[in-house]
């Protein structure tokens, strides 16, 4: 079967900018807001419209296709498994925290992966009115324009992103407050945007050098992943090796010898932590 990439691009850039306006409207208006089973795993009603916007739309014009999303994937309780059909991957609110609070980092992303291959990945935000786009092995895009993943070569002349929240979650304690005394000390300095998905970009615009994290799902990842790896950088898992796209422990990075030199830093920190605490 082909595929026509370009056509699939060009209805999925449409459609998210049609639901960007979603973003736009409800960003200072009242949300009800929910909890999705655990306490800081918030959703809103605007999450479940754009999903179910964007599926329906997609799967009027593509019958056949399938799809994995983050509040369809809530409400079953069950992650579909990933086949080699043309699947789009959605996260309607990337952010969903920062969205509640009017923190304008918020975004949606969409990625299409055929034959396990990511094809295509936006990620929108209408209030920053940053839309990057990337197509296989056709470059990485914000706003039609190309973009590149910084040039730096050392740790130490990098600014990182990480995400602290994780630590919430007792099993990652020592290794988030670890990490973090080690980018302190050993970076420019840390940022932490609270969306998985606009972090991504970020590296890939050349914003920042590296983004690290963990715990989080296929559809905070799969859109970001392919707009780094067009623009020059790579995303792979936070021991070294490929990428589990489907439970994904990422260090994405500009290059590989930033990417190389996270991983070496974050092995001994834990060593050095566990032996001191
Ligand atoms: C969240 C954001 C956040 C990441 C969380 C995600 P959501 O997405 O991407 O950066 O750390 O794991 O759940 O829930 O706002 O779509």
Redesign the pocket.
């Known amino acids: 079967e082909s595929h026509d990439i370009e056509e699939y691009y060009n209805i999925a850039e449409e459609l998210v900018l049609k639901a960007g306006k979603i973003i736009e409207n409800a960003i200072d208006s009242y949300k009800n807001v929910q909890c999705k089973g655990i306490e800081w795993?918030?959703v809103t009603e605007y999450?479940r419209k754009i999903e179910d916007i964007l599926q329906t739309q997609l799967s009027e014009i593509y019958p056949k296709h399938k799809f994995i999303g983050?509040e369809t994937t809530a409400e079953n309780k069950c992650l579909p498994k990933l086949t080699d059909d043309p699947t789009w991957i959605i996260?309607p609110?990337?952010?969903?925290?920062?969205f509640i609070h009017q923190f304008p980092h918020t975004c949606i992303s969409v990625a299409l992966v055929i034959r396990k291959k990511i094809e295509i990945g936006i990620v929108y935000n209408p209030l920053m009115k940053q839309f990057f786009s990337a197509k296989r092995q056709k470059g990485a895009f914000l706003n039609g324009r190309p973009i590149k993943t910084s040039k730096i070569a050392n740790l130490s002349d990098s600014l990182i992103a990480m995400?602290p929240?994780?630590a919430k979650n007792s099993n990652y304690l020592v290794s988030v407050y670890s990490r973090m005394h080690a980018l302190i000390q050993g970076t420019h300095g840390i940022r932490s945007?609270?969306?998985?998905?606009l972090?991504l970009c970020y590296v890939a615009m050349g914003a920042i050098e590296a983004y690290h994290?963990e715990?989080?799902?296929v559809?905070?990842v799969a859109a970001g992943k392919l707009i780094i790896e067009e623009a020059g950088g790579t995303v792979i898992d936070t021991a070294g090796g490929e990428l589990d796209l489907i439970t994904p422990r990422i260090i994405a990075a500009c290059n590989h010898s930033i990417a190389e030199q996270l991983i070496q830093l974050f092995k001994t920190i834990v060593k050095y932590f566990k032996q001191k605490y």
């Open positions: 795993d918030l999450d983050e996260d609110i990337d952010g969903t925290t920062n995400e929240w994780i945007l609270g969306t998985a998905a972090t994290v715990s989080i799902e559809w905070d």
